[in-house]
């Protein structure tokens, strides 16, 4: 059984970092890229970035470039999404996903998802 858990949401000051775990079982991810999505309360869910299990850059939205980073942890099955000079507007439930396709920005294209970890940013 595939299982994606994110786990490290919370509440932060605006300006502040956070960092969000997705921990991966059930299957041999190798193959896949994993991705980060965001959903604000009445929006649709929108690509945050994306990064390839066997290596390689992460790409980015625009919107989050040079303030996100993420990386794998291939030995844990863990991937990371290090959110810094976090923004108001960066307040969303965040979710990690897995595709096996070649488009990382399609919603549609990520056969697996986790259920989600709240990020709330005041300011």
């Known amino acids: 059984q595939v299982q994606l858990v994110e786990s490290g949401g919370g509440l932060v000051q605006a300006g502040g970092s956070l960092r969000l775990s997705c921990a991966a079982s059930?299957?041999?991810?190798?193959?896949?890229?994993m991705g980060w999505f965001r959903q604000a309360p009445g929006k649709e869910r929108e690509f945050v970035g994306a990064?390839?299990?066997?290596?390689?850059?992460?790409i980015y939205a625009d919107s989050v470039k040079g303030r996100f980073t993420i990386t794998t942890d291939n030995a844990k099955n863990t991937v990371y999404l290090q959110m810094s000079s976090l923004k108001p507007e960066d307040t969303a439930v965040y979710y990690c996903?897995?595709?096996?396709?070649?488009?990382?920005?399609?919603?549609?294209?990520?056969?697996?998802w986790g259920q989600g970890t709240p990020v709330t940013v005041s300011s």
């Open positions: 990064i390839s299990w066997s290596g390689g850059n992460a």
């Open positions: 059930g299957r041999t991810f190798s193959s896949y890229a």
């Open positions: 996903a897995a595709t096996a396709a070649g488009n990382w920005f399609r919603v549609i294209n990520y056969n697996y």
